[in-house]
């Protein structure tokens, strides 16, 4: 069982940068490829980004590509997501989500563990 908690979201302007941390429960962080998924009101949940084990390997979705840079710490449990540029468009609830598999994936039913979510708002 591994439990995620979500956090850094809030109120920023256009073309402002926040820090999204998902901290993770458990011994077995190292096991699980980590995604980070967002729900735009009205909208579908989309794929964001997502990160290997070791965190060696990184892929993103096209919409966020150059802007965000999703990282990990083993050692503290942790999972990031640096959102840098933000657009009005990437106004949502941002989901951090664990998989088994070792690079992850961008098709939701491949995570096992999911978080509450965080709310992040751009606008001026």
């Known amino acids: 069982q591994v439990q995620l908690v979500e956090s850094g979201g809030g109120l920023v302007q256009p073309g402002g940068s926040l820090r999204l941390s998902c901290a993770a429960s458990g011994r077995t962080f190292s096991s699980y490829a980590m995604g980070w998924f967002r729900q735009a009101p009205g909208k579908e949940r989309e794929y964001v980004a997502r990160?290997?084990?070791?965190?060696?390997?990184?892929y993103y979705a096209d919409s966020v590509k150059g802007r965000f840079t999703i990282s990990r710490d083993n050692a503290k449990n942790t999972v990031y997501l640096q959102m840098n540029r933000l657009k009005p468009e990437d106004t949502a609830v941002y989901y951090c989500?664990?998989?088994?598999?070792?690079?992850?994936?961008?098709?939701?039913?491949?995570?096992?563990?999911w978080g509450q979510g965080t709310q992040v708002t751009v606008s001026s």
């Open positions: 990160i290997s084990r070791s965190g060696g390997r990184t």
């Open positions: 989500a664990a998989s088994q598999g070792a690079l992850g994936s961008p098709v939701e039913s491949e995570y096992d563990y």
